[in-house]
């Protein structure tokens, strides 16, 4: 995954907030980030429109120098409760047990995860971890919460003539970090975070292909 796109889901998942954004903007220096200053120190529900919110965040998606985009990051406190708390790309890591966003390629963690879980769930595992990331890649995911459907996870197990997860495998797959149920009560969805996705898609395929024992 190119290093911009890590960047920009990044920022999706721990930096959303507007006044973090300005705050990120001013640790980085940009200039541009000033002309709001008063608008946030005196409103504390101040927000930016549409426009600037997408220039706000290119600005700061493209920080040239990589150790200043990292130190901005640990200067600004993500949000306390997330669902999903930990990132893990090929250029960026952050698990909330360690607290520190870092430039670095940790996906060495992830593959041992993506293996251990399908060790357990086997090609139930597989079909439901693949499905997902089809999806995704169609563009299919849900516009409003992100993840898809059940419905649609289903349809693409049977395309792809896998098995179905039961209960337990979805337990599993969770434990590990790897997947998460999403959207709301009345319009549930189902998630592999996005910057994991080239590294579960690469490890769903070398177990594919080698020598397993399937149920």
Do not use: C
Not at 175 to 198: A, D, F, L, Q, W
Request: proline letters at 4%.
């Amino acid at each position: 995954m190119e290093k911009i796109r890590e960047r920009e889901i990044l920022l999706k998942r721990f930096f959303w907030n507007d006044r973090q954004l300005h705050q990120l903007g001013k640790l980085a220096n940009i200039d541009w980030f000033s002309m709001f200053d008063l608008k946030f120190a005196k409103d504390q529900y101040a927000y930016f429109a549409e426009e600037e919110k997408k220039e706000a965040r290119e600005r700061i998606l493209n920080i040239p120098n990589e150790q200043q985009f990292v130190d901005i990051l640990n200067k600004t406190e993500p949000p306390k409760y997330m669902e999903i708390n930990r990132f893990i790309g090929e250029h960026y890591f952050y698990d909330v047990n360690v607290g520190q966003f870092t430039s670095e390629n940790k996906t060495d963690i992830l593959r041992k995860e993506v293996r251990d879980a399908l060790e357990e769930t086997k090609e139930r595992g597989y079909s439901f971890l693949k499905a997902i990331i089809e999806l995704y890649y169609k563009g299919k995911w849900d516009r409003a919460y992100g993840g898809a459907t059940w419905t649609d996870i289903l349809s693409k197990i049977r395309e792809l003539n896998g098995k179905y997860p039961s209960p337990r495998d979805l337990a599993i797959l969770k434990s590990y970090r790897i997947y998460y149920k999403t959207g709301s009560n009345r319009y549930p969805t189902h998630t592999v975070p996005e910057e994991m996705i080239p590294t579960i898609d690469n490890e769903l395929e070398n177990w594919r292909k080698n020598p397993h024992v399937k149920e």
